[in-house]
């Protein structure tokens, strides 16, 4: 695996960018029909995964990242479960629903890897690295 310099480099931070951007356009356009409790939350876990990459990276440790890489995760299932709300309420199209949700899984998935491989990895992050 390349050394990954800054969070955005990362993939799965890159595809939770797309999904909330995504959601924002659908958001901004009316698709919700004002309902600002939803529009709160699922703007806010869309966010939260890709906000959570990005702090548990900057931690500079393995055993934080991957903390922070799990609340990522959990905010994913958070927003799959608010997409099905959009979907009951016609604020999204079928099509659209299926869309959103499987890019959700997809970052599920490049989470997951992500976790596995910090924690096989022998590396421990850069805060662990000793002064030269």
């Known amino acids: 695996m390349a050394t990954i310099k800054c969070f955005e480099d990362i993939i799965s931070w890159q595809r939770a960018r797309a999904l ?14 004002h309902s600002y409790r939803l529009i709160d939350q699922i703007e806010g876990s869309s966010g939260s995964i890709m906000d959570n990459i990005a702090e548990g990276f900057e931690r500079s440790g393995n055993k934080e990242f991957v ?3 799990y609340i990522s995760k959990g905010s994913c299932g958070e927003f799959r479960s608010q997409l099905y709300r959009a979907l009951d309420r016609k604020y999204v199209s079928q099509e659209e629903f299926d869309l959103l949700y499987k890019h959700a899984k997809e970052i599920i998935v490049l989470l997951q890897k992500l ?3 910090l924690q096989t990895s022998e590396l421990k992050g850069t805060k662990f690295r000793s002064a030269r």
């Open 67 to 69: 903390q922070f890489l």
């Open 115 to 117: 976790i596995d491989y």
């Open 20 to 33: 909330c951007r995504f959601v924002g356009e659908l958001i901004d356009g009316g698709k919700f029909k």
